[in-house]
């Protein structure tokens, strides 16, 4: 037993000497982080292995092997749509038996009491790729279940501003547990993250509010939340593209930490990130109960300058796209945030540009925004996107692995 502690606190000590020659432990922030992993984690390393070398975690009385080669493929049977063949399609009117979920901030449903409680529920549209619709690939249907079980004992991040909370409080609302509204206030103020349980306390979810993404690894390392998922977005906070770019310079580097030590601690991790979607200007005026399945329509709309006031045109919503397409370009191009080292790492875009764009129907117009929408409603098409990209990307392997760490981290606290 002896033998065996020294051997950890020896490994610990020199993945501690990697991260300092890599330049990767830059702050306190960070050596906590360290420290926090020294003290909770219990996985045995021999050596430094090649790409395709076969890692080992101990629990134990058993080793838990995993191999790049061997690895599992992923739990779908069917040819799952590609991104590219996702974004090209069309919002299709279902009718329900009663809404997705019930929310229960009052000032935030599009409709009167009398639509939420009736026999039917009018007001779902769901994405049908076009490719779908052919039978050419899958669209995933959201599933709480299937979530639950490719996220057992995961836990994710969802960074961003007041969009991403829309899309956090829609995943709270989708796996059955209730977020305050005034959460995000909190997490503004206080900068902090909020943290939530699921799928019967299987699985985290934490949301940070941060506009401009300028303190990712304090969302990342600040805490005892790290994530194997994070979905990240910025843009609704207008800045010039010089300001962009060197916001975005930093963030990847943070980003590039957060892949580091998902390798040291070898599990999977997920890089998602969101494009923008802009508002819809005169939204309280043009009455849209639709969604508008013509993407030209809309980008007309939005770059059409003689549809502000001289307080909406601040908000620099027909430069929106011009922005999504700088960041997916820089992201695409880190090659670092593409390769597959002896752990996994996916990064994937989230297209709501191409998705959302077509819904200028339930805003909150009644508020005279024409920005964030009603619950339930568009955002909730993010945690389909969200599960659809995970049933590609996550093996049982790596569902595997995420619980013998997160038992490793258990058993060293007693």
């Known amino acids: 037993m002896m033998g065996e502690r020294h051997g950890i606190f020896a490994t610990c000590l020199f993945f501690l000497s990697i991260l300092l020659s890599r330049g990767c432990v830059r702050n306190r922030l960070a050596i906590e982080q360290v420290s926090w992993a020294i003290n909770e984690s219990r996985i045995h390393v021999g050596e430094l292995q090649s790409v395709n070398s076969s890692t080992s975690l101990s629990k134990t009385n058993q080793s838990f092997s995993i191999s790049l080669s061997n690895r599992n493929s992923s739990l779908s049977s069917d040819h799952l749509c590609s991104r590219d063949e996702i974004r090209i399609g069309f919002w299709k009117q279902v009718i329900l038996d009663s809404p997705p979920y019930l929310p229960r901030t009052v000032h935030l449903q599009c409709y009167p009491d009398s639509e939420y409680n009736a026999n039917q529920w009018m007001h779902t549209h769901e994405w049908q790729p076009n490719a779908s619709s052919s039978t050419d690939c899958t669209f995933t249907d959201w599933d709480p279940n299937e979530y639950c079980k490719l996220m057992r004992r ?44 699921a799928c019967r306390k299987q699985t985290r979810i934490v949301y940070r509010r941060d506009d401009l993404l300028s303190n990712v690894s304090d969302a990342i390392f600040g805490g005892k939340t790290f994530p194997q998922v994070i979905v990240m977005n910025r843009g609704a906070h207008y800045q010039n593209d010089t300001m962009l770019m060197t916001g975005m310079q930093k963030v990847v580097k943070e980003l590039i930490d957060w892949k580091l030590q998902c390798e040291i601690f070898n599990i999977t991790c997920h890089l998602l990130w969101r494009t923008s979607v802009p508002g819809h200007p005169n939204c309280e005026k043009n009455h849209f109960h639709h969604p508008v399945n013509d993407i030209h329509a809309m980008e007309a709309l939005v770059n059409d300058r003689s549809n502000y006031n001289n307080r909406t045109i601040q908000y620099h919503w027909f430069d929106y796209q011009h922005q999504n397409e700088l960041v ?87």
């Open 328 to 414: 997916v370009d820089m992201l695409t191009k880190q090659e670092i945030l593409q390769q597959e080292m002896s752990t996994p790492f996916f990064l994937e875009i989230i297209d709501a540009y191409y998705l959302n764009m077509l819904r200028p129907d339930e805003h909150r117009a009644h508020q005279g925004d024409c920005l964030h929408s009603c619950y339930p409603g568009k955002m909730d098409v993010y945690s389909q996107l969200l599960l659809h990209f995970l049933k590609i990307q996550r093996s049982q392997t790596d569902i595997d692995s995420m619980i013998a760490w997160q038992e490793n981290r258990t058993m060293l606290r007693y």
């Open 154 to 197: 995961a836990t994710i991040l969802i960074i961003g501003d007041s969009l991403s909370f829309e899309h956090y409080r829609s995943l709270g609302h989708l796996l059955g547990i209730h977020i305050s509204q005034f959460s995000q206030h909190e997490s503004k103020k206080e900068q902090k993250n909020i943290v939530n349980y």
